[in-house]
């Protein structure tokens, strides 16, 4: 199991997926009543970013393990449209204020920041078919008769 065997798509992915879970036990919001984090203001917002922090984490390990193209294909697949759903979510809870925040803390702009690097990781996984484990083919020209 070796980094190098990651793609770039897999490597944004993996970035982001460290932003969620760092999202996860940081201040999101500034109330006056102090900090709000994730779990104080638990949601539907939140389950999408730990489902795409669930796929993003099963796509890079299935790319690091994984011989066959087939599991990390697939697990690229669903990391798009859950990334996409986490994006919105996201995108929503930056400009959602719960228990009458005053603002945004980097909790929240760092679980943006995340959403849209799984989606965009996985997107770019399912572009990149080449592996950067091998070099391009170059066969030796056959003798003319």
Known sequence: ???????????????????????????????????????????PGVAL???????????????LTER????????????????????IAAIVRVFERPDHASSLAVGGWLALIGALAILAGGWQALRDERPARYDRATPEARPRP
């Open 1 to 43: 199991m070796s980094l190098g065997r990651l793609r770039l798509g897999e490597l944004l992915t993996l970035g982001g997926a460290v932003c969620v879970l760092l999202s996860l036990f940081l201040p999101s919001y500034e109330s006056p009543s102090g900090h709000l984090g994730a779990w104080s203001t638990f949601g």
């Open 49 to 63: 970013l730990l489902a795409a922090l669930c796929a993003a984490l099963a796509m890079v390990i299935s790319a």
């Open 68 to 87: 066959s193209p087939a599991l990390p294909v697939s697990t690229a697949v669903w990391c798009v449209p859950v990334g996409l759903a986490a994006s």
